[in-house]
């Protein structure tokens, strides 16, 4: 586990282009925090870091996920469930997930609203690296479990 202290937008993009270094084969990152904390500032960063437009990254809140191809021609999932009762995306999370593995990076915003079956499949079956973002003051705490 490690926790690093983000002072502004700009220090938590940087945090987010150094969780690119977590990136394996078949990565899910689950992001978690509350609404505004930087979630999707963070997955800029890990998309600026592997492609380098970062500018192409908005929270898909209306339209659930988003596809980008990286130059490499992987594809970088984001997911933002915030809208979604738990469960009721499981089987288009699951879809996305098995039609476009190996080479898939796959960030998932709110992560708490798929069903625990689903994270206990995707934990078991592919790298999962949890963020947690919280406020403590002017500062935000971001923590990387893998």
């Known amino acids: ?6 002072k502004n937008e700009n220090d938590t993009l940087k945090i987010g282009v150094k969780l690119a270094e977590y990136i394996e084969n078949k ?4 992001f978690h925090g509350d609404l505004g904390v930087g979630k999707t500032v963070l997955i800029r960063g890990i998309y600026d870091a ?11 809140t ?3 996920v988003k596809e980008h191809i990286l130059k490499t021609g992987v594809k970088f999932f984001h997911f933002d ?27 998932i915003e709110w992560p708490d609203m798929i069903s625990d079956e689903l994270k206990a499949y995707l934990i078991n ?3 999962c690296v949890n963020v947690d973002i919280k406020l403590s003051g002017d500062l935000r705490l971001i923590t990387i479990n893998d």
């Open 27 to 30: 990565t899910i990152f689950f």
């Open 125 to 127: 079956k592919y790298k």
């Open 50 to 60: 592997l492609r380098g437009n970062r500018q192409e990254i908005v929270s898909p």
């Open 62 to 64: 209306f339209v659930y």
């Open 81 to 107: 469930l915030f809208r979604k009762s738990k469960g009721d995306f499981d089987r288009e999370i699951m879809s996305y997930v098995d039609e476009n593995e190996p080479n898939s990076i796959f960030c």
């Open 1 to 6: 586990m490690i926790v690093i202290e983000s």
